[in-house]
């Protein structure tokens, strides 16, 4: 039976933006596994209820049910092992884990800072209320006060960025010679910005940006090809 993936979706229902997410479809496109997408919105809390927790991405293998992109990563390497590493080993699993945690903490918040808004326009009605008030919450002023000097604030998120900039100088890939899931943490949000937002994020002669479109062509283009809410950026 086909895997099964409970994923984020927007107003439109092919509209699949969720940075998280976005790790898991390009972790199960590296292992070669097909899975069948389902749209899922903020609030359908009662349809992911059976996982024991409340966001997605949950992956639904079989009798197997696993939430969380990190615990699911770990899954499909542990389940899959003949399939393409997602990792190359346990040292690479180590590494992947400063990663993961990085853009938890570092990259997705910066992001949202710059594109929350945007990402409020594109969401399903039905879901508005919910994310202004969680989203207002967390940061602690309006969403709109939030992203209002984003022209500005965007110079501070591209200095955060300079390690993977380096990196990326010197290696094509997160992970080396080759995208690995470490690439795929990293991706993630800005595939979300992406799907979401018109707001310029990366310089087009930054080396994240070629990085970027590598991974946008990967797999036959699966995130390159995804609906976007917004034509550029
Ligand atoms: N640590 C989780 C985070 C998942 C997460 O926060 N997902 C968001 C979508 S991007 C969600 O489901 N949010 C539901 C909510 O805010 O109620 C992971 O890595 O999968």
């Known amino acids: 039976m086909a895997l099964r993936l409970y994923d984020l979706a927007g107003a439109d229902p092919n509209l699949r933006f969720?940075?998280?997410?976005?790790?898991?479809?390009?972790?199960?496109?590296?292992?070669?596994?097909?899975?069948?997408?389902?749209?899922?919105?903020?609030?359908?809390?009662?349809?992911?209820?059976?996982?024991?927790?409340?966001?997605?991405?949950?992956?639904?293998?079989?009798?197997?049910?696993?939430?969380?992109?990190?615990?699911?990563?770990?899954?499909?390497?542990?389940?899959?092992?003949?399939?393409?590493?997602?990792?190359?080993?346990?040292?690479?699993?180590?590494?992947?884990?400063?990663?993961?945690?990085?853009?938890?903490?570092?990259?997705?918040?910066?992001?949202?800072?710059?594109?929350?808004?945007?990402?409020?326009?594109?969401?399903?009605?039905?879901?508005?209320?919910?994310?202004?008030?969680?989203?207002?919450?967390?940061?602690?002023?309006?969403?709109?006060?939030?992203?209002?000097?984003?022209?500005r604030q965007v110079t501070a998120f591209r200095q955060s960025l300079q390690p993977l900039r380096t990196m990326l100088a010197a290696q094509p890939y997160v992970g080396g010679r080759a995208a690995n899931y470490a690439d795929y943490i990293v991706f993630g949000g800005f595939q979300w910005a992406r799907c979401v937002s018109a707001f310029r994020l990366i310089e087009p002669d930054d080396p994240i940006h070629a990085w970027r479109d590598r991974l946008l062509n990967a797999f036959d283009g699966l995130a390159g090809k995804t609906p976007r809410a917004a034509p550029a950026g």
């Not at 479809?25 to 069948?36: C, I, P, Q, Y």
Request: proline content about 4%.
């Open 18 to 151: 969720s940075p998280y997410c976005w790790r898991t479809r390009m972790a199960l496109a590296h292992k070669g596994l097909g899975v069948e997408t389902i749209a899922w919105r903020f609030t359908e809390k009662a349809e992911i209820a059976f996982s024991g927790q409340g966001r997605v991405p949950v992956l639904i293998d079989g009798d197997t049910t696993v939430a969380d992109s990190w615990a699911i990563a770990e899954y499909l390497e542990r389940t899959y092992p003949d399939r393409p590493s997602l990792f190359g080993g346990a040292a690479g699993l180590a590494a992947a884990r400063f990663i993961n945690a990085w853009a938890d903490t570092i990259q997705v918040p910066g992001l949202a800072r710059l594109i929350v808004i945007d990402v409020l326009a594109c969401i399903d009605a039905k879901d508005r209320d919910y994310f202004r008030t969680s989203r207002e919450q967390r940061f602690g002023m309006s969403l709109e006060a939030l992203c209002a000097d984003r022209d």
